[in-house]
């Protein structure tokens, strides 16, 4: 899997040399390249940030660095800017009656797929852009990213990036996805980024080691829930003992032991899990639980 990242710290992805990440780039399994924002600007401040429109307090990140940026990591041509409408109009709700009405006017500007192809053969990156006002990025989320061929991140900073950018590259036909990893604020896209690609990445064929230790998982597969408590050796450690079922070598009896728990935990910890569950998911002990 090929992942680019865009950040105005890139220095902070080195951390994904260490570990399974850097193992999994040594056997050619991920190629990842951390870019600098500021590469792509041209004034001497490098400046990638601009006032809100509309007021308000701090800085919002600019959409022309942004564009050169990704225009040239996906491949795109630029627009013409002589071809391009002074300004792109975005509809209000006052200014318009029907949802197709609501379409951003993104005429005048060249969509790839009209444009000459010079790189057919390449899969075009799924463009990721961390936001915490976007819908929460889950397993599934990861599940599905794994089988990606390439990642294009995005990570924003101070109030966030203008909002036309992901609107623009999705009307160029671009697979783009916003995503929170929760519901909370961080200084920057960067540990959001490194959440979603730990998640994707631990996912691929050949990056465990033991590829079961990623089937039984908190969250993972049809029926998904929290997984059950973990012991290991000794069987009492400072007077805490394991539960007995799992040091009598019943398998059967330790699997529905290890579904009881998982599914009464779920049950306490995260309710709505459960209420999510199909019940074609369910066994009848686990009716019974
Ligand atoms: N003004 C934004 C808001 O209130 O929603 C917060 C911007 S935050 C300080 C700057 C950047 O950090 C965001 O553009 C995003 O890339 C990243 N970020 C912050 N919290 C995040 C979260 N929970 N999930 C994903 N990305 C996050």
Redesign the pocket.
Known sequence: MKIDIVSVFPEYFEVLNLSLMGKAQSKGLLEITAHNLRDWTHDVHHSVDDTPVGGGA?MV?KPEVWAECLDELLNLPAPNEDDSPDELVFPTSESSDSPADDALDFSGIPNDETEEDDDSNAAAPVLI??????PLFTQRDATELSHAEHLLFS???????DSRIPDYYRAQGIDVRE???????????EV?VSVMLEAITRLMPGFMGNPDSIVEESYTGEGALLEHRQYTKPAVWRGIAVPDVLLSGDHGKVDRFRRDEALTRTNEIRPDLIEALDCKALDKADRKT
């Open positions: 701090g990140m852009f961390p936001n915490p006002s976007a990570c924003g900073r101070y109030e966030g990036y995503y929170s990893i929760g519901d909370y604020v961080l200084n920057g896209g959001a």
